[in-house]
């Protein structure tokens, strides 16, 4: 009887806990490496489990971020080639444009699954209250530096929510 019992438990959770568990896997790359595509199977698998609501706008904000962070590392020096080779297994070291772009590439693909009408743009400006760091890097004539800190992507949902995925993966 004991071992019937074992039997019926290890089976219910095989056949309900699994899948939870493969997503898991599946999606964060605990296994070979995986792309595009299968960023856009993971996340179709999160919306059947309920771990996304494509109809709730901040889940949809949320988990853009959550994915976005999970694919990305933050750098001066940009590694990002195109969508189609970011991975689970290796993040991709890259700045906050790429960000911006990735960001919005997941939060349009999450909406178009679901009957959320939400825009996403990005946005490119100085960092409001922060406009010494690039006029410092001005004065001491490094340019490279000016460049890269003069003005920050960011992205604006509906036109009025601010969305920054460089600062929710340093922070």
Excluded: W
Excluded at 33 to 59: F, R, T, W
Excluded at 109 to 124: D, E, F, M, P, V
């Amino acid at each position: 009887m004991k071992r019937l019992i074992i039997s019926i438990t290890i089976f219910i959770m095989l056949v309900f806990l699994a899948p939870l568990g493969f997503a898991y896997l599946y999606c964060y790359g605990m296994n070979e490496a995986q792309y595009s595509g299968e960023v856009y199977d993971c996340i179709d698998m999160k919306i059947e489990y309920g771990h996304i609501d494509p109809d709730n706008l901040e889940n949809v904000i949320e988990y853009s971020n959550e994915i976005t962070s999970r694919l990305l590392k933050f750098s001066p020096k940009s590694a990002y080639t195109s969508f189609d080779k970011l991975s689970f297994n290796k993040e991709t070291s890259t700045h906050c444009v790429y960000y911006a772009k990735v960001y919005k590439q997941i939060f349009d693909y999450i909406i178009s699954q679901g009957n959320l009408h939400a825009t996403c743009t990005i946005k490119r400006e100085p960092i409001q209250g922060m406009e010494f760091i690039p006029n410092f890097f001005k004065a001491i004539n490094n340019q490279k530096m000016y460049n890269f800190t003069k003005d920050h992507d960011y992205c604006l949902i509906n036109n009025e929510i601010k969305v920054d995925p460089t600062l929710y993966d340093l922070f």
